[in-house]
């Protein structure tokens, strides 16, 4: 089974300044995704970013980006240019690509992140 | 042109009761999934459905039961309901199973 583990529950950052949330899995498959996504206070799931496990480039979107380092089984979003509206909880996924026609995601338990003026 | 659609978005029952949640997609996905969200705000699956047939089922009592009249529908019944019961519900969609998942809003469901 795989696991996702986010070991930072709360972070705070200055308006436009940079932060970077961890996250670390744990898993013996060779295929999958990886995930952020974000929860505002307004309850919807937004997706940030997808990371291909066959991809050895780093996803960006626009002031996110991802530092994925397979061996390691690590997965850490940076957010640059911090704005209020990144104020959420941040939650890291996993889905492995089964062979069948469904694939779960398996989250961690999020990092609650603060943006201040 | 919401993508993913979910009624009701609150739900205030008594313990007992017997209750729905009804979701829809707009994004032509064949899957869809139904995700709980607890007071801690930990996400778990519970079901999934592909082309109305039930793929993923978790651990879930069996008061809980999906029900997949198409591939854009995807509802969830719970019956008698538990304080336990009280929760976030997600549904979500993707494409052939295998792809980025997208959220409906979420139904708070609160058990009196």
């Known amino acids: 089974a795989q696991t996702v583990t986010q070991s930072q529950p709360e972070m705070s950052v200055q308006e436009a300044e940079t932060v970077t949330l961890s996250c670390t899995y744990d898993t013996s498959e060779s295929n999958y995704y990886l995930f952020w996504y974000k929860q505002p206070p307004s309850r919807q799931m937004i997706l940030v970013i997808r990371q291909e496990a066959y991809k050895q480039q780093n996803a960006t979107e626009n002031r996110f980006s991802v530092n994925f380092q397979k061996a390691a089984k690590s997965f850490s979003l940076k957010i640059s240019d911090s704005q209020l509206g990144d104020t959420a909880m941040y939650f890291c996924?996993?889905?492995?690509?089964?062979?069948?026609?469904?694939?779960?995601?398996?989250f961690g338990t999020g990092t609650r992140l603060q943006v201040t003026l | 042109d919401t993508a993913v659609s979910q009624t009701p978005k609150y739900l205030v029952t008594q313990m007992g009761n017997d209750k729905s949640i009804k979701c829809e997609q707009n994004l032509g996905h064949d899957t869809m999934y139904w995700y709980k969200q607890d007071s801690k705000k930990f996400l778990k699956i519970m079901f999934s459905?592909?082309?109305?047939?039930?793929?993923i089922n978790e651990t879930v009592p069996n008061r809980f039961s999906p029900k997949s009249p198409d591939k854009a529908h995807l509802n969830l019944h719970i019956n008698s309901l538990e304080l336990g019961d009280s929760a976030v519900y997600f549904c979500?969609?993707?494409?052939?199973?295998?792809?980025?998942?997208?959220f409906g809003p979420g139904t708070r469901l609160t058990v009196l």
């Open positions: 996924a996993f889905m492995k690509l089964s062979t069948g026609t469904a694939s779960k995601l398996t």
């Open positions: 459905y592909n082309n109305k047939e039930l793929i």
């Open positions: 979500a969609s993707s494409n052939q199973g295998r792809d980025t998942q997208y």
